[in-house]
């Protein structure tokens, strides 16, 4: 990028700060479970601001972020590759029922990209989750800068295995676990989180909450 666009482009940046009251957290998080939160700025997930989610296996990144993205109000976006939709009864079963759920698909990861920023600026929606591995540190802040300031919140599902300087809030890494009661069960670890506390714990979904266990 030649210097005269880089500014242009740091210009841009500034001005939609300004238009959204220059950022920061003004709803209130989402709560997770209570012994998460407390690693948590706020007491939960921020709103107004961009999270990613590194899956272990798909199932687990796709429930995580339908528990998120159901602790939401109003209709959410899920955008995933045509050929990674996900399977809309699984995710009403962990709290984000069909009817408030909007597929996408998109062949090339820009159309992903793009969808996941203008879904970010658009009123009306709970939030958006975008299925995308590679993701550079100027696309990061870009949808960062598009939910900055809103009552929206964006999360990104990628592989465990990419990761690399990103301008997401948090960063969380999932994986399934096997539990003798046959609940849907995590390994659940916070990676970093702007002005939170590393940690990591093991959750099971029952009767609508997520449950906070002792690792084994």
């Known amino acids: ?9 740091a210009l841009r940046d500034q001005l939609a700060r300004m238009e959204r009251g220059g950022g920061g957290a003004a709803f209130p998080p989402l709560p997770l479970a209570p012994a998460i939160d407390r690693h948590l700025p706020g007491g939960g997930l921020a709103r107004g601001a961009l999270h990613e989610i590194q899956m272990a296996d798909r199932n687990a990144g796709f429930a995580f972020a339908a528990l998120i993205l159901g602790r939401s109000t109003g209709p959410v976006l899920w955008i995933a590759p045509a050929a990674d939709t996900p399977w809309a009864p699984g995710l009403h079963c962990l709290g984000l029922p069909p009817e408030r759920l909007l597929l996408a698909g998109y062949r090339q990861p820009a159309d992903g990209l793009w969808l996941l920023e203008e879904a970010l600026r658009t009123p009306g929606l709970g939030g958006a989750v975008l299925r ?7 696309a990061s802040r870009r949808l960062q800068l598009a939910v900055e300031g809103s009552p929206r919140i964006g999360l990104l599902l990628r592989a465990a295995a990419e990761h690399g300087p990103s301008s997401a809030t948090s960063r969380w890494r999932v994986a399934s676990h096997p539990d003798p009661a046959l609940r849907p069960c995590w390994q659940l670890a916070l990676l970093r989180c702007r002005g939170g506390q590393p940690a990591a714990w093991l959750v099971c979904h029952e009767g609508g909450t997520l449950q906070v266990e002792a690792l084994p």
Do not use: F, Q
């Open 1 to 9: 990028m030649a210097p005269s666009e880089a500014r242009l482009e």
């Open 132 to 138: 995308l591995d590679v993701l550079d540190l100027t």
